[in-house]
């Protein structure tokens, strides 16, 4: 397994909309090599979800997993299993919203308050092409609108509704 190069704002691969992955595709040996160096990399960077845009691959893959995490401290209360999604839609979100800080590896060093729907429900794969659906709710459920975002091109600032919030995290 290898840590991958993950791309940052300004690079085109996260301004694209991502390719839907078939069975075959998603079962071939690159894939299966893509999710692991992608758990691999999220986990070095310390990150609780990652896009497969993000490591410069034009895919609908998301890994996410939020467990002790220095980033997001407030998030560390609702832990979340390590989760890959392939091809993952957001079927329903929640009229309820709430806002929260978000950072992302492609824009290191920033984070901002961005409002999400506090509920999703979210259709897709697992990583052997297992259909999935289920609820998330609160960080989890903001999580995945953040890594979703990616596969539509779309980054956390694009969110904000207030740029004044936008700030260096350290
Ligand atoms: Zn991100």
Known sequence: ??????????????RQTAEQVSEDVLKSEAAQRLIDNMIETMVDYDGVGLAAPQVH???SIITVQVED??????????????TVIVNPEITSMSEEKFTDWEACLSLPGLGGLVERSLNVTVKGYDRHYKPLEFEAKGFF???L?????????KVFIDRMKDMRSLAFTD
């Open 1 to 14: 397994m290898s840590i991958l190069k993950v791309a940052k704002l300004g690079q085109n691969v996260l």
């Open 57 to 59: 691959e034009p895919l």
């Open 145 to 153: 609108q953040h890594e979703i975002d990616h596969l539509h091109g």
């Open 141 to 143: 459920a903001r999580v």
């Open 69 to 82: 995490n220095a980033r997001y401290p407030e998030g560390s209360e609702e832990s979340v299993p390590l």
